[in-house]
C-alpha cells in the first residue's frame, strides 16, 4: 500500500481505509479494558463489577491522557511524514515517548499513594471500597506500559500505519481475556485477578510495539537526529495539551459525575457502569473517525492540500452518519441481552433498568458526538487549539454542572440528559471554528 494514501487517494476511501483498522483495534482495546467487568460481574458478582465501575471513570481519564497526547504528539510527527523530512520525524517520535513515559511514572506514582483517597473523594459505597483501591493500585502500576502502548500507536497510525497496532491488540485482547478467566476463575484471584491479567498483557503488548516501531523507523533514511529536544516538545504540547482535553472532556466528566452516580448505592451503579461499557463500545467509530480527520488534514497541509482538506470532512461526516443509525437500531432492539452480558442472570431488576434506560437514550446522540470528534479532529490536526479547547471545557462544564445539580433533586436520569447537550454544544462552536478556517479563500494557517 502506498504510504501516502491519505494525501493521494479519494477522500472518503483514505478515511474509510485509515480509520478501519483503527476502529477495529479501538473496539478490541475496549474489549480489552471490558474483559474484567464481564469476567468478575458473571463469575464474582454485583459488587465485584461495582468495584471495577467505580473506578473505571478514573482510569479513562488517563487512558485519554495516554491517547490524547499521542494523538496531540503524532500530529506534528504527520506534519513531517507529509513534507518527507524524516530526520525532524524521528526527532518528534523520541520527544514524544521519553516525555510521556515521565510523565507516566509521575502519574502512576502519584496514584498509587492516593488511590483511596481518590475513592473515597467519589464516593464509592463503603462496602467496595477496599475491592476499588485494590483494583485501582495494579492499574496504576501498570500505567507506565499503558502509556507506551498508546503514544506508540498513535506515532504508526501518523505514519499511516494503523494495521501495526490493531494486530497488536488483537493479540492483547485475546490474552487479556485468556488470563482473565485463569486468574479469576482458576486462581479464584477476584478483582485483584482481573487488575493483573490486565497489566500483564499491556505490558508484553508495549514491548512489542516498541521493538516493532524500532525496525519500521530504519526504513526512513535521514541524518542523526538527537532524541530530545526541548523546542519540539513546546511544539507537541500547544497541540497535545488540548487533544489530552478533548479526548478527556468525557472521562473527567464521567469521573465527576461518577461521585453523583454512587451516591445512588450500588444497583443503580452497577447498572451505570455497564451501560457506559456499552455506551464506550458504540462511539469507536465516531473516535476512529475523528482521529483518522485529524491525521488527514496534519498530512495534507504538510503536502500543501489544503483544498482536501473540506472533501474529507465532508466524507467523514457522512461514514459517521452511517455507523450511528445501524448502532441506534441495534441497541434500541438487543438492549435486554446486552445488559444480561455484563450483569448476568443475576443481575438485580433496578440495574438493569438503570443500565437498559440508559443505553436507550443515549443511542440517539451516536451521530452527534461523532460530528463533534471530526470538528474537533479537523480544528486538532490544523493546530487550531484556541476554539478547539474552548468547545471542550464548555461541553465538561455543562455536563458536569447539570449533573451535579439536577441528579440529586430529579434522579439519576438527569445524568444523561446532560450528555447529548454538551455534545450539541461542542459540536456547534467547533463547526463554526472550522467553517471560519476552511472556508473557500481562507487564509492558510499553520503551525509555528
Not at 497541509?301 to 457522512?318: D, E, T, Y
Amino acid at each position: 500500500m502506498d504510504k501516502e494514501y491519505l494525501i493521494h487517494q479519494r477522500p472518503m476511501r483514505a478515511l474509510f481505509t485509515f480509520a478501519l483498522p483503527m476502529m477495529i483495534g479501538n473496539l478490541f482495546q475496549q474489549f480489552y479494558n471490558m474483559a474484567d467487568s464481564v469476567v468478575v460481574g458473571r463469575f464474582v458478582g454485583e459488587s465485584a463489577l461495582a468495584a471495577v465501575g467505580a473506578s473505571y471513570s478514573l482510569t479513562n481519564v488517563f487512558i485519554s491522557i495516554a491517547i490524547g497526547g499521542g494523538v496531540g504528539a503524532s500530529v506534528v510527527t504527520s506534519r513531517y511524514f507529509g513534507a518527507r523530512n524524516y530526520g525532524k520525524m524521528k526527532r518528534s517520535v523520541s520527544t514524544a515517548l521519553l516525555s510521556f513515559l515521565a510523565l507516566s511514572i509521575l502519574l502512576g506514582g502519584v496514584g498509587l499513594f492516593f488511590s483511596e483517597e481518590i475513592m473515597r473523594l467519589l464516593n464509592t459505597p463503603a462496602d467496595i471500597l477496599d475491592t476499588a483501591a485494590e483494583y485501582l493500585d495494579i492499574y496504576f502500576m501498570g500505567l507506565p506500559f499503558l502509556f507506551l502502548y498508546n503514544v506508540l500507536s498513535a506515532m504508526f497510525n501518523a505514519l499511516g500505519r494503523s494495521r501495526i497496532p490493531l494486530y497488536l491488540l488483537i493479540f492483547s485482547s485475546v490474552f487479556n481475556v485468556g488470563l482473565d478467566l485463569f486468574m479469576v476463575c482458576v486462581l479464584h484471584m477476584g478483582v485483584a485477578g482481573a487488575a493483573w491479567a490486565t497489566l500483564i498483557a499491556q505490558g508484553i503488548s508495549a514491548v512489542l510495539s516498541f521493538l516493532i516501531f524500532l525496525r519500521e523507523m530504519k526504513s526512513y533514511k535521514s541524518e542523526r537526529q538527537p532524541l530530545f529536544d526541548g523546542g519540539e516538545l513546546r511544539t507537541m504540547t500547544s497541540i497535545a495539551l488540548p487533544s489530552i482535553l478533548q479526548q478527556s472532556t468525557v472521562s473527567i466528566g464521567m469521573m465527576l459525575v461518577q461521585s453523583v452516580v454512587n451516591s445512588f448505592g450500588v444497583e443503580m451503579l452497577a447498572g451505570y457502569s455497564a451501560g457506559s461499557r456499552v455506551e464506550s463500545i458504540c462511539v469507536v467509530p465516531m473516535s476512529a473517525f475523528g482521529n483518522a480527520i485529524s491525521t488527514y488534514t496534519a498530512q495534507n497541509l504538510g503536502a500543501g492540500k489544503r483544498g482536501r482538506i473540506r472533501q474529507g470532512f465532508r466524507a467523514s461526516m457522512l461514514l459517521v452518519l452511517m455507523f450511528a443509525v445501524g448502532l441506534c437500531v441495534v441497541l434500541q432492539l438487543c438492549y435486554a441481552p446486552v445488559m444480561s452480558l455484563f450483569l448476568g442472570d443475576d443481575g438485580t431488576p433496578l440495574a438493569l433498568q438503570t443500565g437498559a434506560d440508559y443505553l436507550r437514550f443515549i443511542s440517539w446522540f451516536f451521530a452527534l458526538i461523532g460530528w463533534k470528534m471530526t470538528a474537533d479532529g479537523t480544528l486538532r490536526g490544523s493546530g487550531h487549539m484556541l476554539p478547539f479547547t474552548a468547545a471542550n471545557l464548555i461541553n465538561l462544564a455543562l455536563r458536569v454542572v447539570m449533573a451535579v445539580t439536577m441528579a440529586p433533586q430529579f434522579g439519576i436520569g438527569w445524568i444523561w440528559y446532560a450528555v447529548p447537550i454538551g455534545w450539541f454544544v461542542n459540536f456547534m462552536i467547533s463547526f463554526v471554528a472550522y467553517r471560519k478556517f476552511f472556508r473557500p479563500g481562507a487564509e492558510k494557517k499553520d503551525l509555528g
